[in-house]
């Protein structure tokens, strides 16, 4: 692991059971996350890009331990975070933050902002009110706020002004690391600007690491160092920004950039290349997961799983036509 390594995903497996109950088993068995490895270095942004019921998310839940894997290993600052007992993982936790997608339902209506935002603060230290407050007014103006909004109520505040807030809760505590999911997908367009700017200035002042979640492969692609794209369950594509959008190797890559709207005018923004909806996780297909939907699809797609291989130095692909074995052994 390299100095710079903050944290390290090692075939991460997530499988929810269909079905069953109470002294019943199962019907079966979903992979929402199937087998995923990554690092994220300290002060990097990472996107995780894909379509919705991708993975991600569980993905996301995952490396904060807000949930346990199936198997695999997820490893912070070289400690592995499934083997730790829960009270130092209490103290891992002001380590590793979340920022939720929505900042209606993320904020408790009930609470003042400064009862949310000093809520790590609580958990992880021995701080007093007015140590906790003061930290808190700081971490307010540095969003955006001002301290006397400490003394309100969430339904005081516009959208962006909320997420604001949760961006705040995230930063008490200095994290290290913080995973953000969708945070500003239920934001207007205007608003989504400056929060992205927001979490890009903080990311400097603090050299914080971002595990940054999206469907929208055009936010990711400006927040962020490298990226990854997932496809039920497994990671497709992963390489630093510009060589992901630049030169992308992955059929599913390829399409998705194609639907992308990017503003630069040299840009051509071509016609939607994916067709059809992402399989079921319930019923996934054999083979490589995306050869349902993939123009290029040959046979051996149909029967083997692609494993990821690196390219070039850290851009990986899981695709046949990327792999040194290629169209070895393909039937004719
Ligand atoms: Fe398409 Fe085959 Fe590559 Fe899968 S392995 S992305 S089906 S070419």
């Known amino acids: 692991m390299g100095d710079r390594t903050l944290l390290q995903v090692t075939g991460l497996v997530k499988s929810f059971p269909l079905g069953g109950g109470f002294l019943k088993k199962p019907s079966g068995w979903v992979r929402a996350v199937d087998g995923v490895s990554f690092t994220v270095a300290r002060g990097e942004s990472f996107g995780l890009v894909g379509e919705s019921g991708c993975g991600k998310t569980t993905l996301g839940r995952l490396i904060l331990r807000l949930m346990e894997p199936t198997s695999g290993r997820v490893t912070f600052d070289g400690k592995d975070i499934f083997a730790m007992p829960r009270t130092e993982l209490l103290q891992l936790r002001r380590r590793m933050q979340i920022i939720f997608q929505d900042p209606y339902s993320s904020l408790d209506p009930r609470m003042k902002v400064e009862a949310i935002v000093t809520e790590p603060l609580r958990a992880t230290s021995n701080r007093t009110r007015s140590q906790r407050r003061r930290v808190a007014a700081e971490i307010l103006e540095k969003v955006g ?55 890009g200035d903080l990311q400097e002042e603090m050299e914080l690491a971002y595990v940054f979640i999206s469907h929208d492969l055009s936010v990711v692609e400006h927040v962020c160092d490298r990226i990854a794209v997932m496809y039920l369950g497994s990671i497709m594509e992963l390489a630093p920004t510009v060589e992901f959008i630049r030169q992308p190797r992955h059929p599913y890559t390829e399409a998705l950039l194609k639907a992308v709207p990017f503003p630069d005018p040299h840009r051509r923004s071509e016609p939607v290349l ?23 699809c040959f046979d051996r797609c149909r029967r083997e799983k692609p494993s990821s291989e690196e390219i070039e130095p850290d851009h990986w692909t899981a695709c046949w036509l990327n792999s040194g074995r290629g169209l070895e052994g393909e039937q004719t």
């Not at 807030?165 to 969708?182: M, S, T």
């Not at 994916?274 to 050869?291: K, R, W």
Request: proline share 12%; with cysteine; hydrophobic share 35%.
């Open 274 to 296: 994916l067709e059809g909806d992402v399989p079921s996780p319930v019923d996934p297909p054999t083979g490589c997961p995306f050869h349902p939907r993939c123009a290029y």
């Open 145 to 199: 706020l001002r301290a006397g909004d400490l003394d309100k109520y969430p339904h005081e505040f516009s959208g962006g002004q909320r997420q604001r807030i949760g961006v705040a809760r995230a930063l008490c505590v200095r994290p290290d690391l913080i995973v953000a999911d969708e945070p500003v997908s239920a934001l207007d367009v205007s608003i989504q600007a400056q929060v992205i700017n927001l979490l």
